[in-house]
T-cell receptor, first 119, second 115 residues
Framework: SAVISQKPSRDICQRGTSLTIQCQVD?????MFWYRQQPGQSLTLIAT?????????ESGFVIDKFPISRPNLTFSTLTVSNMSPEDSSIYLCSVRAGMTSGSGANVLTFGAGSRLTVL | AQSVAQPEDQVNVAEGNPLTVKCTYS??????LFWYVQYPNRGLQFLLKYITGDNLVKGSYGFEAEFNKSQTSFHLKKPSALVSDSALYFCAVRDSSGSARQLTFGSGTQLTVLP
């Protein structure tokens, strides 16, 4: 399965600033997914990053707050803009492992995550 | 709509004893069910999945899970727990009907195996 590298692994940020998280995959993938894991909570999908088109955002997430870039098939960035303490979370990048049809059954591979603390 | 519930935030078990981490789900069609594990400061790792076929699914590290359609459950089990199994476990579901684009994750269960 794919190997995903995320950076930074952790950061402490000031309120009102923005931070960009990078996700690098060791193979070409069509879709990359960005999740948020708030303290003590489950994973919530923020958006799906498609190469060559705009990202698709889930309900409750908007492009102005979480702009995403997808310049090629192995790389994506997620920016957390104008941060507040409520944005303190682990942000995870993931891709589908394998290219089998019936994508709903495909397993997700995750990066190690980026732990953001906003003061 | 699809949903998944993990009723226990925390499960403690003694090393060598069997463990069970519970998961129930709700979908309109047939479910695709997954278990993931998250070790400290690591991303989620896939353990096992149920798509179709045999209700008992075997996965990584000696874990298995049993799909029970009548009880809409997919409990994770291991016959003999190890201290190294201590981690956060997530159940996830996707409706095979395709109405939902992505997985829905449960709230997670922290498993602690005591030496």
């Amino acid at each position: 399965s794919a190997v995903i590298s995320q950076k930074p692994s952790r950061d402490i940020c000031q309120r009102g600033t923005s931070l960009t998280i990078q996700c690098q995959v060791d193979s070409q993938v069509t879709m990359m997914f960005w999740y948020r894991q708030q303290p003590g909570q489950s994973l919530t999908l923020i958006a799906t990053a498609n190469q060559g088109s705009e990202a698709t955002y889930e309900s409750g997430f908007v492009i102005d707050k979480f702009p995403i870039s997808r310049p090629n098939l192995t790389f994506s960035t997620l920016t957390v803009s104008n941060m507040s303490p409520e944005d303190s979370s682990i942000y995870l990048c993931s891709v589908r492992a394998g290219m089998t049809s019936g994508s709903g059954a495909n397993v997700l591979t995750f990066g190690a995550g980026s732990r953001l603390t906003v003061l | 709509a699809q949903s998944v519930a993990q009723p226990e935030d925390q499960v403690n078990v003694a090393e060598g004893n069997p463990l069970t981490v519970k998961c129930t789900y709700s979908v309109s069609g047939n479910p695709y069910l997954f278990w993931y594990v998250q070790y400290p400061n690591r991303g989620l790792q896939f353990l096992l999945k149920y798509i179709t076929g045999d209700n008992l699914v075997k996965g990584s590290y000696g874990f298995e899970a049993e799909f029970n359609k009548s009880q809409t459950s997919f409990h994770l089990k291991k016959p003999s727990a190890l201290v190294s199994d201590s981690a956060l476990y997530f159940c996830a579901v996707r409706d095979s009907s395709g109405s939902a684009r992505q997985l829905t994750f449960g709230s997670g269960t922290q498993l602690t195996v005591l030496p």
